[in-house]
């Protein structure tokens, strides 16, 4: 069974506190991806990587920072956590190329409060 | 740029009742279209997808047809139970890329 999975389904920081988040999938995919999911907003993209050690900005990569050192791993970073990043974190994969290789497959999602 | 437009709800129905959630989308070509749900607690799932204009995608008793005259996707449910409470998602592939771009989401809760 496939799988992405994030380190934690809840974590709770304070502000200004550095904060990973982690992301593993066990699929050998290439694509990987970060969104932000608000009520009334959807899904934002934050960052997305198309290989080890390359990555493209989203829609709103401001105040985060992403790492991909191995290609199962992706690591969302921000680096000193505001309230207004309050919110739920999901993470994605999927294969490279088009069509019906756009399927992301999701993990969880880690609901994380900025106090 | 291409994006998704859908119904935005809330949603709530009675079991048994019929279901139509509407998606539609503006785009360059003939991108992919998918629905995903979310149900409570948990990640996004892949609900359906449709590669080409005219395919019809199903799966557990949903389907969505993709209309290129009306550039629509609309989910449709014959008979909702409770456990189809969830969120949906329409999505598609903005510009041809390896990213998606999704609607705003649907919340549908389904009463006894």
């Known amino acids: 069974d496939v799988k992405v999975t994030q380190s934690s389904r809840y974590l709770v920081k304070r502000t200004g506190e550095k904060v990973f988040l982690e992301c593993v999938q066990d699929?050998?995919?290439?694509?990987m991806f970060w969104y932000r999911q608000d009520p009334g907003l959807g899904l934002r993209l934050i960052y997305f990587s198309y290989d080890v050690k390359m990555k493209e900005k989203g829609d709103i990569p401001e105040g985060y920072s992403v790492s991909r050192e191995k290609k199962e791993r992706f690591s969302l970073i921000l680096e000193s956590a505001s309230t207004n990043q309050t919110s739920m974190y999901l993470c994605a994969s999927s294969l490279p190329g088009r069509g019906s290789y756009n399927e992301q497959f999701f993990g969880p999602g880690t609901r994380l409060t900025v106090l | 740029g291409d994006s998704v437009t859908q119904m935005e709800g809330p949603v709530t129905l009675s079991e048994e009742a019929f279901l139509t959630i509407n998606c539609t989308y503006t785009?360059?070509?003939?991108?992919?279209l998918f629905w995903y749900v979310q149900y409570p607690g948990e990640g996004l799932q892949l609900l359906l997808k449709a590669t080409k204009a005219d395919d019809k995608g199903s799966n557990k008793g949903f389907e969505a047809t993709y209309r290129k005259e009306t550039t629509s996707f609309h989910l449709e449910k014959g008979s909702v139970q409770v456990s189809d409470s969830a969120v949906y998602f329409c999505a598609l592939p903005p510009g041809g890329s390896e990213k998606l771009v999704f609607g705003k989401g649907t919340k549908l809760t389904v009463n006894p």
């Open positions: 785009a360059t070509g003939y991108p992919s």
């Open positions: 699929m050998d995919h290439e694509n």
